[in-house]
């Protein structure tokens, strides 16, 4: 393994580098997640044991050895991966991955797929990245919740915000909080949930080897 690319600084993105620990790989993420991180890492091993049970042994939060500032290519041989580094939208430090040779997106959690989105950043900036997600010329996207799928375009629209959500968005103008977000007509927004307390879609991939990418 030479390197575990974290697409964001969610548990169950991050917690599972520990399993590749004994083969040194260089650990990948945003110039932000180290920051973000360090600031979460008591609440994350505090919280674990609950999440994951006698699983949650051995977990450890293990920062990126290589930030990623802008676009990044990192070269395999043969082989290029294109990195980047997203301002604040899902979280402050998302970060997507473009394979060129198969034309494979990873999205982490800037796309969901028949799963209700967390939110844990900007929306208008998560907006502005799914219009830059757009300009990719991927064939299919891996996204950081649910199924894969080749009609990714279409998924972005409906698998990220709900109509309701977009509209409410679009006609005040402003952010919605993940607490106490707004309809127009009062109601709590739907697509939006509490990611420290909604991880049940998460808990089998914590398990296993979390979202990081792995070559």
């Known amino acids: 393994i030479l390197y575990v690319i974290n697409t964001h600084v969610h548990p169950d993105h991050v917690l599972g580098n520990a399993a590749f620990k ?54 395999l041989g043969g082989r290029s991966l294109q990195l980047t580094a997203h301002p604040a939208a899902h979280t402050n430090n998302d970060l997507t991955i473009f394979d060129t040779t198969t034309a494979t997106l ?34 299919r996207a891996i996204p950081g919740h649910g199924p894969v799928t080749s009609d990714w375009h279409a998924a972005l629209d409906t698998g990220v915000l709900d109509g309701g959500c977009r509209n409410a968005f679009t006609q005040h103008g402003r952010a919605l ?39």
């Not at 945003?30 to 091993?45: C, F, I, N, S, V």
């Not at 209700?116 to 064939?139: E, N, Y």
């Not at 127009?184 to 049940?200: F, M, Q, S, T, W």
């Open 106 to 139: 990873w999205t982490g959690d800037l796309l969901f797929v028949e799963r209700t989105p967390s939110f844990d950043g900007d929306l208008k900036g998560w907006l502005q990245a799914i219009a830059q997600l757009r300009s990719i010329p991927a064939v």
């Open 177 to 215: 909080h993940d607490k106490g977000a707004k309809h127009a007509a009062g109601e709590k927004a739907p697509c939006i949930v509490d990611h420290d307390r909604d991880l049940a879609d998460g808990l089998h991939i914590v398990k296993s080897a979390g979202h990081g990418f792995v070559v």
């Open 22 to 75: 004994d083969d040194h790989p260089t650990f990948v993420g945003h110039e932000k997640l180290a920051d973000a991180m360090a600031q979460r890492k008591d609440t994350y091993l505090r919280n674990q044991p609950g999440w994951v049970g006698a699983d949650a042994a051995g977990s450890e939060l293990i920062p990126p050895t290589q930030a990623v500032v802008g676009t990044q290519t990192i070269d």
